[in-house]
């Protein structure tokens, strides 16, 4: 009984290995608690999902162009049903989103509701008149057609057309599901490629998530305009202009036929979630948490040589258990309130728990030098993760000075004690 009081009490070569193998085994509660943060984080995605698949998903605008389907032949000489499209030689797109928060469960979920203006010019190939038409169709493409409010109308030319939903159509020739189309019928003038022929259209649409746009024009110009103050500009094409405030953006894109490729193949727009969710916060804090127990262990260790205080090794688990519990606390609080200020919370309950514990432990000052130690770990912690860019090397120097400390602090166990 008493070898085991002074493996568990008194600091021997036992003890510290002992207690190596206690911090790699709260690596589990630690994983426990980061399989935790990526349950709720699952559950706020299924919550996106579910409020977009009724409000309006993920938005992109393609459009409006033309199709023409006429009859050919195939290589046996067979007449087949073929087409053909024509894009908008200009495009040019005014947007102007507003972003709200729609409650679902504990979550506020980011959607928005854009006002679209569209116009621009098509100019007709001239060996279109030379082919056999069955149909002519304008069609409009987006990714939701869920998201659309009220009618859209397009003026092409003279004409004033409401678009309908292509999936009415009982041509099988293209993709319509996501499209709004309605024949058209143009003049041999403008057939035979002599005629510019202008449109435009506005529309209210809802989605969720980003808006993108495709630069189905020989000249596709976007300017877009919204109230969200952290925009992710995406897809293959970055802005050549950009005005960023607290009051949100104002973004514009250019992009030519030359640059673009095929412009199905090509998108380009912005996010407008929330940057950094509180979950993606939490876990790149909780990857410091096995530094943050080996720091606090060896402080104690110091504590036990210099100050000649005995801690126990179940005392040694209870603290661990308290640095682990830290980021479950942070978790919850961080969905009902700023992640700053529910870190700041978790840290404040778990300092005051700590040095109650450590004075009960010590009685002495060497208490508040632990627990001094333990805020300034969390403090460290937390600007390491509003640093981003510089936080690795921010985190390995003071990792390298604190191992350079704790060498200086027991540089003298192995020599003998004075009598």
Known sequence: MSKINT???????????????????????????????????????DSEQEVASSWG???????????????????????????????????????????????????????????????????????AARKALVSQSVLLGFSDLRGIDGTVDLELGASHINMQNASDRESTLYEKKQYLCENIELSQEVMNGKTVIPFSLTYRMRGSSSLMVKPYGEITDVTMHADCPDPSFTGDFLPAERDINDEGFTAH??????????????????????????YQQTTRSAKYGILII????????????????????????????????FYALVLSFSEFMSFELAYLLATLMTVAALHGYFRGILRDRSAWILTLLVALAYLVSYLLLQMENYAFITGTLLLFFLLTGIMYLTRNLNRPQKN
């Open 7 to 45: 493996l568990f009490n008194e600091l021997t070569p036992q003890k510290i290995i002992l207690m190596g193998v206690m911090a790699l085994v709260l690596l589990i509660p630690l994983a426990m608690v980061k399989s935790q943060i990526r349950d709720r984080e699952k559950a706020l995605y």
């Open 57 to 127: 998903l993920a938005q992109t605008l393609a459009g409006p162009y033309l199709c023409f389907e006429y009859l050919g032949k195939d290589a046996s000489g067979e007449n087949v049903q073929r087409q053909f499209s024509v894009y908008p030689q200009t495009l040019n797109y005014q947007i102007d989103a507003k972003t709200q928060h729609l409650h679902r469960s504990i979550y506020d979920i980011n959607v928005y509701k854009a006002d679209v203006t569209v116009s621009g010019t098509f100019v007709i190939p001239e060996n």
């Open 253 to 278: 894109w250019t992009v030519s036929k030359i640059n673009r490729g095929n412009p199905d193949d090509t998108s380009f727009g912005v996010n407008l979630l929330s940057g950094v969710t509180q």
């Open 294 to 325: 080996l720091l606090v262990f060896n402080a104690s260790l110091c504590v036990e040589f210099i100050r000649k205080k005995h801690i126990n090794l179940v005392q040694y688990l209870i603290i661990g258990l308290s640095l682990v519990l």
